[in-house]
């Protein structure tokens, strides 16, 4: 059964909470089947300068409940080149590992793909991202929470916004994916969300505030996703100002708040989870694909059909926000 006898764990691109529940769950049950267990810091990077260093139960004690990533992490354009990659290669074969867990995101793979189809490291992903903007999995470590933190501040804008009778354009994250503006956007009751996924229709957005107005229907909430085509809350804020200045139109941008905080239950099960069968694949010899939850059950998907395919949004959802914001 054991394929691997030392496996090394390190953490990539954007932190999310629970990061350090995978990385404990990797630890842990890497020790528990009696492999030797590394730590890589500031993720690729680490694997570059050599930042490597073996970890023990304690490493990882009182960890679960705390956001960012004890390993660190960073992005590093050393590892777009092969150079790079080798010299990582060659430090982790200093430790021997024979194995490798990546949690990251969509990018993160993409290196690991190119690394283990170089080298002989087999590697396995864990989709750690806010954006959950990665294929084969229903949740990425890091989502929940984010989408929580969203709708805990987007209904304290719900406040102030009654109070003066506002417009606000709500901006979240979200590079390429408009996940965390379609769930906060609609636990919040928004009358309008715009993502990357969607085409932008501005003179609908005004039509519907149009329509508000004569119904007297003040209060607006319009959440928007950072990587929304159209070019984010500003410019949303720009085009609704000049074609209706007569509302008391503000702009928030919400930015890296939600990328911290102590990861709510769901992301911590799904880390530890994911963690768990992370060890699982090494040992049983699959290699290079990406750890997924798929209607609760452990999924794998080839790394690279992981960042291919994105994750597609049911356009009943659009209908749904209409409906209800009506
Ligand atoms: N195409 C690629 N080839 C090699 N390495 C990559 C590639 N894309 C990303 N990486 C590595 O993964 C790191 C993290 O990727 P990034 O897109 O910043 O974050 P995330 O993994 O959260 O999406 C990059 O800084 C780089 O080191
Ligand atoms: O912290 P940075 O480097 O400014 O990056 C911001 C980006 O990271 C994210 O928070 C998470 O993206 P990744 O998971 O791809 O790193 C995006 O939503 C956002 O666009
Ligand atoms: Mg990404």
């Known amino acids: 059964m054991k394929k691997v006898n030392n496996i090394a764990v390190l953490t990539s691109g954007g932190d999310a909470p629970g990061m350090n529940a995978a990385i404990r769950a990797v630890v842990r049950t890497g020790l528990y089947h009696h492999l030797n267990v590394f730590g890589v810091m500031y993720g690729y990077k680490g694997m570059l300068t050599g930042e490597i260093f073996p970890m023990e139960s304690k490493s990882v004690a ?51 793909q190119k690394f283990s189809q170089e080298f002989d490291i087999p590697c396995i992903g864990l989709p750690g991202t806010i954006d959950k903007d990665i294929a084969g999995s229903d949740f990425t470590i890091g989502f929940d929470t984010a989408v929580n933190t969203a709708v805990e501040a987007i209904d304290k804008i719900r406040d102030t ?58 209060v607006n909430l319009i959440v928007v996703a950072e990587g929304d085509e159209f070019g984010g809350a500003n410019e949303v804020a ?81 209908k749904i926000v209409k409906i209800l914001a009506s």
Request: glycine residues 10%; contains cysteine.
């Open 62 to 112: 009182n960890i679960i409940q705390r956001g960012g990533t004890v390993l660190k992490t960073a992005r590093c354009k050393e590892f777009y080149e092969a150079d790079g990659r080798k010299k990582a290669y060659e430090n982790l074969k200093k430790f021997g590992i024979d194995g490798l867990v990546v949690i990251g995101g969509d990018g993160s793979f993409k290196g690991a």
């Open 238 to 318: 720009r085009h609704v100002k000049e074609r209706m200045p007569q509302l008391d139109t503000r702009v928030c941008i919400l930015g890296h708040i939600q990328r911290g905080g102590s990861p709510t239950c769901i992301d911590r099960l799904i880390a530890s989870r994911m963690g768990y069968a992370a060890v699982d694949a090494l040992m049983e010899g699959t290699h290079n694909v990406m750890i997924g939850i798929v209607n609760n059950k452990i999924q794998y998907t080839p790394l690279d059909k992981a960042v291919k395919a994105k994750q597609k949004i049911d356009p009943e959802w659009f």
């Open 161 to 218: 916004a009654d109070a003066h009778d506002r417009l606000f354009i709500i901006e979240v994250m979200g590079r390429d994916a408009g996940y965390i503006a379609l769930h906060s956007g609609i636990a919040t009751g928004a009358e309008h969300i715009l993502m990357p996924e969607r085409k932008t229709d501005i003179d609908d957005v005004i039509n519907d505030l149009m329509a508000n107005e004569r119904r007297q229907k003040m």
